[in-house]
């Protein structure tokens, strides 16, 4: 016999399949026993069942696209669902589980071709102009650019005429002002410093013309003159940084430090994955900004960030 599913979530108690199993055997006594004794044989065996619980099929009016979905409602072997009469939108039709509570589609949910909340995809590497960059002076022009240099020159000069007009018995020549081709080779000479000897060496040592030293230091400058530019190179104005430090402890680099962050944004992606880390530099300068620390073999210390 043949019912509507809304007419069997009605009979769920046993009074009510004893009424439907009298009228099965007033239609037709012989089979209607037989389908009677089948009928109740499997509703006890369902009834005892610990885990027995009856089926409901729902129809659910809400519209998203974030049901679960489901290759075949026959290949999940945790669901015993009927499938209902009821439809949603344009044939959508859907499976109750046996929990009563979730829902699972008939057919693959429809999804967009792109995903619109996924952000764009950042790949690691240069880009822009710095894709095109043949030579290592061509990477180095793209995060310290030409005109950087030529701040550092203008302000260093302004440091050199203050000190000149402080000692005017100096010789002219020890008193030179610099222009961009030297501070690019003293530059140049810092970072090759950094890579080919140990912290500890001393720049005598580096500049002895016994066949000891660095002969392509000895080529570019005099010792003499690489001192002086080491004390004497500025990155701002000191006729104004006073005011500009009242308010900001990087006032001595804040110009320089902000184009360079800003060229190396625009000259190179980090990509997605990004970790940002500190790392401390042993520092016994005069700064406004350096942190003690008693614990630490050095005491006091620059904080840098970096990224891994």
């Given amino acids: 016999f043949h019912r509507h599913p809304e007419e069997m ?3 769920n108690r046993p009074a009510d399949i004893q009424r ?22 499997d509703f006890l065996d369902d009834a005892n069942d610990i885990d027995y619980e009856h089926e ?24 015993h669902v009927e499938e209902t009469a009821q439809t949603l939108g344009d044939d959508f039709r859907f499976y109750v589980g046996k929990d009563g509570e979730t829902i699972w589609a008939n ?23 710095a894709k095109r960059c043949q030579t290592e ?23 050199i005429q203050i000190n000149r007009t402080l000692h005017p018995d100096g010789r002219e020549r020890d008193w030179k002002l610099t222009n961009r081709e030297e501070i690019s080779a003293y530059l140049g000479a810092l970072f090759l410093i950094s890579i080919k000897v140990r912290d500890d060496s001393a720049l005598m040592e580096l500049f002895a013309g016994d066949g000891t030293g660095m002969t392509i230091l000895r080529a570019n400058f005099g ?14 104005d000191v006729n104004t940084r006073k005011v500009r430090s009242a308010y900001d402890k990087l ?13 190396c944004q625009n000259a190179y992606s980090l990509g997605a994955f990004v970790t940002v880390d500190e790392m401390l530099v042993g520092f016994r300068g005069k700064c406004s900004f350096i942190q ?16 891994l």
């Fill in 223 to 236: 010792e003499n003159r690489f001192r002086f530019l080491g004390r004497h190179i500025r990155f701002d």
């Fill in 251 to 263: 006032a001595a680099i804040r110009e320089f430090l902000t184009d360079f962050l800003s060229n």
């Fill in 20 to 41: 439907i199993l009298a009228e099965l055997e007033e239609e037709d006594p012989d089979d209607g026993l037989a389908i009677a004794d089948h009928f109740l044989h």
């Fill in 107 to 129: 057919d693959v949910v429809a999804k967009d071709a792109t995903n619109k909340g996924n952000p764009e995809e950042l790949l690691p590497g240069p880009k822009d102009e």
């Fill in 56 to 79: 409901v099929i729902l129809a659910d009016d809400h519209d998203s696209e974030s049901e679960e979905e489901m290759d075949h409602p026959d290949e999940c072997e945790t669901m």
């Fill in 137 to 159: 002076v061509d990477c180095f022009s793209q995060i310290i650019t030409p005109g950087m240099i030529d701040n550092i020159v203008h302000y260093t000069n302004i440091y």
């Fill in 9 to 11: 979530a009605a009979y």
């Fill in 292 to 307: 003690y620390m008693p614990k630490k073999s050095r005491k006091i210390w620059h904080k840098n960030v970096r990224f």
